[in-house]
């Protein structure tokens, strides 16, 4: 079992509906929680931030941490065509390496 | 004004030859990362170097050698090329050996072995 899970999609969804993105995680010394957007044919770049459980807001992404559930998820709200591009989680323990998701396929149709 | 550079871009090249990949980041970060992704989009860290020290190593082939110069360049070696090492390899940088501080990407080298 890998120690995080994403779903790797693809999602299509119209433009304006909210998305949904999804990881789950087996390690519980996991503190520090990410969310990263890879455009295609780039390099993935840091979208959100978040160390503890509950919520946070950055214009229309929300990402949500429940540590007891070991689950986080990342919303967009009134999504657009610019954000189709692949979401990635990402966490670590205090001081180590990065582990990421496998990475969610978003297509947001116009 | 790019942040973190790879070159090259691309690599095709045949099986048993031995390439090197480039990074640079102008950012004055102490911290360099080499990642590897495969076809369905898994991103794996390598290596990370902290002012020129080693202090991430992955379980990764021999094959692989990582050198930095300096704290601004972090290369990647490959002797003996396998099928199997063909992926898109990305270098990043943060600023504190602390992978949750933001890590900043380059655009990738994309490497294919026939």
């Known amino acids: 079992q890998k120690e995080v899970e994403q779903d790797p999609g693809p999602l299509s969804v119209p433009e304006g509906a909210i998305v949904s993105l999804n990881c789950t995680y087996s390690?519980?010394?996991?503190?520090?929680f990410m969310w990263y957007r890879q455009y295609s044919r780039k390099g993935p770049e840091l979208l959100m931030y978040?160390?503890?459980?509950g919520n946070k807001e950055d214009g229309r992404f929300t990402a949500q941490v429940d540590k007891s559930s070991k689950y986080i998820s990342l919303f967009i709200r009134d999504s657009q065509p610019s954000d189709s591009a692949t979401y990635l989680c990402a966490m670590t323990a205090s001081g180590g390496k990065l582990i990421f998701g496998t990475g969610t396929l978003l297509a947001v149709q116009p | 004004d790019t942040a973190v550079s790879q070159t090259p871009k691309y690599l095709v090249t045949q099986m048993g030859n031995d390439k090197s990949i480039k990074c640079e980041q102008n950012?004055?970060?102490?911290?360099m990362y080499w990642y590897k992704q495969d076809s369905k989009k898994f991103l794996k860290i390598m290596f990370s170097?902290?002012?020129?020290?080693?202090?991430i190593n992955e379980t990764v082939p021999n094959r692989f050698s990582p050198k930095s110069p300096d704290k601004a360049h972090l290369n990647l070696h490959i002797n003996s090329l396998e099928l199997g090492d063909s992926a898109v390899y990305f270098c990043a940088s943060s600023q504190v050996s602390g992978p949750y501080e933001t890590q900043y990407f380059g655009p990738g080298t994309r490497l294919l072995v026939l």
């Open positions: 170097y902290n002012n020129k020290e080693l202090i």
């Open positions: 950012l004055g970060h102490d911290t």
């Open positions: 390690n519980s010394a996991f503190q520090y």
């Open positions: 978040t160390y503890s459980s």
